[in-house]
T-cell receptor, first 111, second 116 residues
């Protein structure tokens, strides 16, 4: 299978600062890495994703970087806002077309 | 966009009851659906992969006789928690693959299962 590790488990930042969440994966054949935002009791919402043939992708205040050699990828949120507060999960899609999720990061943006 | 409907959203029942959860892809055909379980403040744990017309593939540690999965059509997969006990209380979420879409999977809204 795949093993996805995520750090940190909790993160507090001041409004306007940047937040970075990092994930590592074990299966070098995994080729798709999405990031999800989940609010309490709700479904995960895809916020950005990256495929293994790309090193970086950006969408407004959110960016994701991928280092295939080191098998890690990171989520970067700039100019954080209180509504960014949620739990964020990284995931990796393995060769069996199954998703494995990281352990989650609880992000709190302090106004 | 692709929509996955999950029903019911909330179930409260007595210990020993069997509970069925439905996952439907409303506007696309899903040959593969996934079932996840999420305990409070924890991540989504893949329980099983449901393939239309064949037996589900269970992750290690998940009891196939406890969690019965049926994927009888291209738009419907069901998860039945048999003889549920309090330790089965959790948030269960399904997702479905849309081969034609850009996202590999779309999530249902989840089912909050509480066993008394």
């Amino acid at each position: 299978g795949e093993n996805v590790e995520q750090h940190p488990s909790t993160l507090s930042v001041q409004e306007g600062d940047s937040a970075v969440i990092k994930c590592t994966y074990s299966d070098s054949a995994s080729n798709y890495f999405p990031w999800y935002k989940q609010e309490l009791g709700k479904r995960p919402q895809l916020i950005i994703d990256i495929r293994s043939n790309v090193g970086e992708k950006k969408d407004q205040r959110i960016a994701v970087t991928l280092n295939k050699t080191a098998k890690h990828f990171s989520l970067h949120i700039t100019e954080t806002q209180p509504e960014d507060s949620a739990v964020y999960f990284c995931a990796a899609l393995n060769t069996g077309n199954q998703f494995y999720f990281g352990t989650g990061t609880s992000l709190t943006v302090i106004p | 966009g692709a929509v996955v409907s999950q029903h019911p959203s909330r179930v409260i029942c007595k210990s020993g009851t069997s509970v069925k959860i439905e996952c439907r892809s409303l506007d696309f055909q899903a040959t593969t659906m996934f079932w996840y379980r999420q305990f409070p403040k924890q991540s989504l744990m893949l329980m099983a992969t449901s393939n239309e017309g064949s037996k589900a593939t269970y992750e290690q540690g998940v009891e196939k006789d406890k969690f019965l999965i049926n994927h009888a059509s291209l738009t419907l997969s069901t998860l039945t928690v048999t003889s549920a006990h309090p330790e089965d209380s959790s948030f269960y979420i399904c997702s479905a693959r849309d081969r034609a879409g850009t996202q590999p999977q779309h999530f249902g809204d989840g089912t909050r299962l509480s066993i008394l």
